[in-house]
């Protein structure tokens, strides 16, 4: 079972799949089929992710599906491939990277684009280095589980169509076992691909790859005065931007912005040690590795900005000079902030941005992390006070009159919008605020169980994640405060 399967016998999906990036040439990848994982079994299924891509949801749950998406069973019309890039990990350059245990079985042509299709912890390739190729149920779990809630909060990610497991060992800091997520996105291109024919000098190969990304997803940058490379640059920026302010609208932590993390197309992608705030704490670093908090929670807007810097750098040679690269950055420094003011403000209920907005928001983001109130709750419960009492929000801090003094100025704010409807208000604050995210312990109770053979509750929480903006009848427990053991879990690099 440790060899890639034989790609000779294969199954069809009545899709039609096109490999495009396989078009690059062998300078971008190594052909490497998945290898097989003994006894397979289902641990979560995506319906939309089926539909989007225009699989049978009912097939979705058969036995050749469940081979097919573990890699024992070869798919017609793929052309399984890793692709190689490197990176800075941490700050530092890390040197060659590449798909070490993602396979990219090639791209599928949808009514919403195309889509490539992964098979994540699908076995060793040429770029493995010291790693066994696999990933565990956890990290998969966690993967899949992300994925459909960021999508479903209208944050731009790779979707995840399934999770599928095996009793296989896998070595991390104890025995564990492994599982394939198969996930979805319009491309998997990453800084880091541009980083790698840049710091080698392959600059055919560079230009070649910026023309490819230009051409089908910013083909605007072809139009644009000046240097289409710089075109994108700041393209890639803008879209970099709205997604950090995404996340920190909805208090998500990525936890490893390494450049070989960050898409070209500005989707949130690899999930690894992750986490949505519980209490708010500016500072909070959610991966154990990160000794240094380089990915704390706020930083994480700075550091978007670093790892597209590392982009112009590597974009430097297919440009004339060092200043248009760093022209093409200037707009993200007003951007981001102005993009995260914009969705502090729709969480406030506010329907435009006015002088003194961002003093409204740090003033109560002091509040909030002196009191360490919860950050979700809090969201919802002024959400709801906005039509009602603020009792319930007022409960959540402990400076209770610094609280009131700030409500007051955000209820004449309020006020002060045109045409102010506390109803309308309240409806649009609710599919703002999410009632659900991906806590950590509701993760971990769901890994819990799965580890024993159970994924109902992995399936209740997709379900619950699936709709984060509706209060589900006897789910309130996943709404509800973390328990005091939730602030011990730790979660690293190593899944
Ligand atoms: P990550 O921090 O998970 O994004 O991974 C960084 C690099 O390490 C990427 O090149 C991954 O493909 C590779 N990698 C991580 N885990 C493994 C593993 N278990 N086996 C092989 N490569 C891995
Ligand atoms: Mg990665």
């Known amino acids: 079972m440790n060899r890639p ?8 999906l009545g899709l039609a799949w096109h490999n495009r990036f396989a078009s690059l040439g062998e300078a971008f990848y190594t052909l490497r089929a998945p290898t097989p994982l003994p006894s397979p079994h289902w641990v979560g299924t995506s319906p939309t992710v089926a539909d989007l891509l225009g699989l049978d949801r009912a097939w979705l749950s058969s036995p050749a599906a469940l081979d097919a998406f573990t890699g024992n069973l070869p798919i017609a019309g793929t052309q399984p491939l890793a692709s190689v890039y490197s990176g800075h990990q941490f700050g530092q350059w890390a040197g060659q990277l590449g798909d070490g245990r993602a396979i990219l079985l090639g791209e599928v042509d949808t009514p919403s684009g195309p889509q490539e299709v992964q098979l994540k912890g699908a076995g060793l ?35 995840a169509l399934c999770v599928t497991g095996s009793p296989a060992p896998v070595r991390r800091e104890e025995i564990e076992t492994a599982a394939v997520v198969t996930r979805v996105a319009p491309s998997f291109i990453r800084f880091g691909h541009f980083e790698h024919f840049s710091h080698h000098g392959l600059h055919g190969e560079l230009r070649q790859l910026a023309d490819f990304v230009i051409d089908r997803f910013y083909p605007a940058c072809r ?16 879209r970099t931007a709205e ?18 993390n960050m898409s070209i197309l500005g989707l949130t992608i690899d999930y690894g040690p992750f986490q949505f705030l519980d209490a708010f704490n500016p500072g909070h670093i959610c991966n154990h590795s990160d000794t240094g908090g380089r990915y704390a929670y706020n ?4 550091i978007a900005y670093w790892n597209l810097f590392a982009l112009g750098q590597a974009l430097l040679p297919l440009m004339d000079d060092q200043q248009q690269a760093l022209d093409a950055l200037e707009p993200y420094k007003a951007l981001m902030p102005a993009a995260l003011q914009r969705r502090m403000n729709a969480k406030l209920g506010l329907g435009r941005t006015e002088d003194g907005d961002a003093e409204l928001t740090e003033s109560l983001m002091k509040l909030m992390a002196a009191d360490a109130v919860d950050f979700t709750i809090f969201w919802r419960r002024l959400s709801h006070a906005v039509a ?11 400076q209770r009159e610094a609280f009131d003094a700030w409500a007051q100025r955000w209820r004449e704010r309020l006020q002060a919008e045109p045409g102010f409807d506390a109803a309308a208000t309240q409806s649009r604050m609710l599919r703002t605020n999410p009632q659900v995210v991906l806590r950590n312990h509701l993760g971990e ?7 024993q053979g159970d994924f109902s509750e992995v399936a209740r929480l997709q379900n619950a994640l699936e709709h984060p903006f509706e209060e589900l009848p006897g789910q309130q427990d996943l709404a509800a405060f973390p328990p005091d053991w939730a602030s011990q879990i730790e979660i690293s690099c190593s899944s």
């Open 5 to 12: 399967v034989d790609m000779a016998a294969s199954l069809d």
């Open 299 to 302: 930083r994480q807007p700075n």
């Open 445 to 451: 109770i769901a890994i819990q169980r799965a580890k």
């Open 243 to 260: 997604m950090v302010a995404q996340w920190q609208a909805v208090g998500f932590c990525h936890g490893v912005m390494n450049t070989d």
């Open 223 to 238: 139009e644009a005065p000046g240097s289409p490379y710089a075109a994108l640059l700041e393209a890639v920026s803008a």
């Open 125 to 159: 390739t040429p770029y493995s280095r010291m790693g066994d190729g696999r990933a565990v149920l956890r990290s998969s779990i966690r993967e899949f589980l992300c994925s459909e809630a960021m999508h479903a909060l209208g944050i731009p990610t790779s979707r």
């Open 388 to 398: 009602g009492p603020i009792d319930a929000v007022r409960d959540l801090f402990l």
